[in-house]
């Protein structure tokens, strides 16, 4: 069964750091293309950022409200993905979900996680 | 970027009855190398993560009821439940995943049952 799982949410402060994790099971992870996406309270569905496959030599494009705070990582050994998100403001406030974009389907979201919840508040 | 806008924000629709949705994208997201549109469409119930209905437009994922069905005109494209089910209230999402990032996904559409 293809499978993600995330992990590493919680409640922070503003300004303070998360790292938020994503484990990979039932499909070859090292080829996939992976997105974070996350989800206000209430709200839609806003793309975060994305990483490549090493083969493509793991590169990152962000939303431009996470651009520069937000970094996107993979360890294909361990099947992983993450989410380092640093100087973290109350609009990030939100449910994260990391997802899949694989060639199959020219790139929609076929896998999701369950999500992890991310609270900023002081 | 581009935006995406979907219609109506919500709708109800009686059990056995036609739902129909609609998204616009601010510029094409067709590929003229394989002449497809990079449009999917996705499910999300109550609690739940967002499920892949359709992509390419008007491809069904697969184990998704053929009840579902996308099309397209331009920039404008049309998510259609052929007989609403109960287990079918949830909001649905049309996104764009065209060239280059940001992805892009309209605002919802809640269907529910009238």
């Known amino acids: 069964e293809e499978r993600l799982v995330e992990s590493g949410g919680g409640l922070v402060k503003p300004g303070e750091s998360l790292r938020l994790s994503c484990e990979a099971s039932?499909?070859?992870?090292?080829?996939?293309?992976m997105s974070w996406v996350r989800q206000a309270p209430g709200k839609g569905l806003e793309w975060v950022g994305r990483i490549k496959s090493k083969a493509l030599g793991e590169m990152t494009h962000y939303a431009a409200p996470v651009k520069g705070r937000f970094t996107i990582s993979r360890d294909d050994s361990e099947n992983t993905l993450y989410l380092q998100m640093n100087s973290l403001k109350t609009d990030d406030t939100a449910m994260y979900y990391c997802t899949t974009e694989r060639g199959r389907t020219g790139g929609a979201f076929d896998i999701w996680g369950q999500g992890t919840i991310v609270t900023v508040s002081s | 970027d581009i935006v995406m806008t979907q219609s109506p924000d919500s709708l109800a629709v009686s059990l056995g009855e036609r739902a129909t949705i609609n998204c616009e994208s601010s510029q094409s997201v067709l590929y003229n190398g394989n002449n497809k549109n990079y449009l999917a469409w996705y499910q999300q119930k109550p609690g739940q993560p967002p499920k892949l209905l359709i992509y390419w437009a008007s491809t069904r994922e697969s184990g998704v009821p053929d009840r579902f069905s996308g099309s397209e005109s331009g920039t404008h494209f049309t998510l259609t439940i052929s007989s609403l089910q109960a287990e079918d209230v949830a909001v649905y999402y049309c996104q764009q995943y065209y060239s280059s990032p940001p992805w892009t996904f309209g605002q919802g559409t809640r269907v529910e049952i009238k």
């Open positions: 039932g499909f070859t992870f090292s080829e996939a293309w």
